[in-house]
């Protein structure tokens, strides 16, 4: 008896089309729910939360990772009830800022599973409810409300630029604003600010507005090395006007967050990708060359394989940039970092097999959450 042949592939393709139906159904409902409540003059349960008083950190969070999907599809349909659940009882006691929390966390779901229309829809909820909040107690839940609108234009981007543009333009300004009492607070929101820069930068670069992209870009960069002022070793200038800096990273390894670090690598980055779009190639080389070697200083401490997707992503760009150069062949720069960087691979599953192995990435950046 002969066998049938195999059919998966379209079995699981047809069974993800209809689960993401279903999740949309479920998103839907809960808009709907959310959008009569807020128009029904209901009152809110308000309670004062001790974790929402602990400074505020930032969680990467990959929308492309290699999380099992099915996973996260069962979370998401356990979270998506339990929300209509609550909504519809008349005696729930969740509070709205637990709600604005939990809306904010099943958006990134959503957006792990690819439905970034349905992520924005309830990170929009998640926003709408943290600027309430922030009219409430300002210190407290302003670093939520730019993290939620930052999150918003990653999800706006594919459907509606001018929405994300919107969205990060009000982060950037927001986060102008934030309070810094102490060094800590003072050092995560300033990497807030960073990053919301560079976000409304890659915004501006993708609507063909390159002048006002690096005028944001290099704004991401500067307001990090504020922070590294007092380990300034060396400044170098570039024929683009922007100004090399080099820092004592063995001292700032010590003293600043892994997370700020990472975040500066990422803005040299994206200042990088627009100095070549608006033809400094060699200052975008430095600068790409720069990053890469940030993100290899700080990949020992880099959890979960950050900083070698980051090299490997640098690795292509750079090679790409040496060779549009005139009469320049490819560079070998990448080799001695990807061959470095299988040493420090604590997972035993590192993305390169060798110097010429560049990972590609694909899908959207990193969201974030605010981790207590």
């Given at each position: 008896m002969s066998k049938l042949p195999k059919s998966r592939p379209s079995v699981d393709f047809a069974a993800d089309v209809v689960s993401s139906l279903y999740l949309s159904l479920q998103i839907n409902a809960i808009d709907e729910s959310l959008v009569d409540l807020s128009s029904g003059g209901n009152s809110y349960y308000m309670a004062l939360l001790d974790l929402y008083r602990r400074p505020f950190k930032l969680k990467y969070v990959q929308l492309n990772s290699t999380t099992d999907r099915l996973v996260v599809h069962q979370q998401v349909v356990r979270d998506t009830l339990h929300i209509q659940t609550v909504l519809r009882s008349p005696n729930s006691n969740m509070s709205i800022q637990v709600g604005a929390?939990?809306?904010?966390?099943?958006?990134?779901?959503?957006?792990?599973?690819?439905?970034?229309?349905?992520?924005?829809?309830?990170?929009?909820?998640?926003?709408?409810?943290?600027?309430?909040?922030?009219?409430?107690?300002?210190?407290?839940?302003?670093?939520?409300?730019?993290?939620?609108?930052?999150?918003?234009?990653?999800?706006?981007?594919?459907?509606?630029?001018?929405?994300?543009?919107?969205a990060i333009t009000e982060s950037v300004?927001?986060?102008?604003?934030?309070?810094?009492?102490?060094?800590?607070?003072?050092?995560?929101?300033?990497?807030?600010?960073?990053?919301?820069?560079?976000?409304?930068?890659?915004?501006?670069?993708?609507?063909?507005?390159?002048?006002?992209a690096l005028l944001?870009?290099?704004?991401?960069?500067?307001?990090?090395?504020?922070?590294?002022?007092?380990?300034?070793?060396?400044?170098?200038?570039?024929?683009s006007g922007f100004i090399l800096r080099e820092f004592r990273w063995d001292d700032l390894l010590k003293i600043m967050e892994h997370g700020t670090i990472f975040e500066y690598a990422r803005a040299l980055t994206t200042l990088s990708s627009i100095l070549h779009a608006l033809e400094f190639p060699t200052t975008a080389i430095r600068v790409a060359t720069k990053s890469l070697e940030t993100f290899h200083l700080l990949s020992p401490h880099c959890p979960r394989g950050l900083c070698q997707e980051e090299i490997g992503c640098l690795l292509?760009?750079?090679?790409?940039?040496?060779?549009?150069?005139?009469?320049?062949?490819?560079?070998?720069?990448?080799?001695?970092?990807?061959?470095?960087?299988?040493?420090?691979?604590?997972?035993?599953?590192?993305?390169?097999?060798?110097?010429?192995?560049?990972?590609?990435?694909?899908?959207?950046?990193?969201?974030?959450?605010?981790?207590?």
């Open positions: 929390w939990k809306l904010g966390e099943l958006s990134l779901l959503l957006g792990k599973l690819g439905m970034y229309k349905e992520a924005a829809k309830i990170c929009s909820w998640s926003v709408r409810i943290f600027k309430t909040l922030v009219g409430i107690d300002k210190e407290v839940y302003t670093p939520y409300l730019v993290n939620g609108l930052f999150n918003l234009s990653i999800f706006m981007e594919d459907h509606n630029l001018e929405a994300a543009h919107e300004g927001i986060a102008w604003s934030l309070h810094m009492p102490t060094l800590l607070v003072k050092e995560r929101s300033r990497v807030q600010l960073s990053r919301s820069l560079r976000r409304l930068a890659e915004i501006l670069s993708v609507m063909g507005k390159d002048t006002l944001n870009a290099s704004e991401a960069v500067r307001v990090l090395e504020e922070l590294f002022g007092d380990h300034l070793s060396e400044e170098i200038p570039t024929e292509e760009h750079i090679s790409k940039l040496k060779n549009a150069l005139p009469s320049q062949g490819g560079s070998r720069i990448g080799e001695k970092y990807a061959i470095s960087i299988l040493d420090v691979n604590e997972a035993g599953n590192s993305i390169y097999e060798g110097p010429e192995a560049v990972h590609q990435k694909k899908g959207k950046p990193y969201v974030y959450r605010l981790e207590f």
